[in-house]
């Protein structure tokens, strides 16, 4: 008499997690890069959103720049506020002309983030063009 077995057997179940194993272990590490890319865009989104603010700020003020750190979404001194996270600072730089520079920093991740105009970087050694944010 035949016998009619339904289910699976317990090493094709094995296989399957293996499998599952193997594929999750390729998967995470690349979401882990994908969230570090995207902490890093908020921040130069950041700085990009800061220049604006700076520049409508000295449009108002004689062309004078305001210095500021910003760590709060409800910090909106001057019209700018950071993502959540980001801890943005704004500081002068000296002497005729007038400029800025800034670090921008996360609670998520160990990159920082820098803007300037003028001749100060905003972050040594990484924000080498003026205008543009840089991280390392």
């Not at 390729?26 to 700085?47: C, G, H, N, Q």
């Not at 449009?59 to 709060?72: D, E, K, L, R, V």
């Not at 979404?73 to 800025?100: C, H, M, Q, V, Y």
């Not at 820098?114 to 080498?128: F, I, Q, R, S, W």
Request: proline share 5%; net charge neutral; aromatic share 6%.
């Amino acid at each position: 008499m035949k016998r009619n077995v339904k289910g699976f057997t317990l090493i094709e179940l094995l296989i399957v997690v293996v499998i599952i194993g193997i594929l999750a272990a390729i998967a995470i590490p690349k979401f882990a890069a994908t969230k570090e890319r995207a902490y890093v865009a908020s921040m130069k989104t950041d700085l990009k959103n800061l220049a604006t603010a700076e520049e409508g700020y000295a449009s108002a003020n004689n062309g004078a720049y305001f210095t500021h750190t910003f760590a709060a979404p409800s910090d909106t001194t001057n019209g700018f506020s950071p993502s959540t996270g980001n801890t943005i600072t704004a500081t002068l730089e000296a002497g005729p002309p007038t400029a800025w520079h800034a670090l921008a920093t996360s609670t998520q991740t160990s990159q920082q983030c820098g803007m300037h105009t003028g001749n100060t970087p905003g972050l040594a050694g990484a924000d080498t063009v003026a205008g543009a944010p840089a991280c390392k």
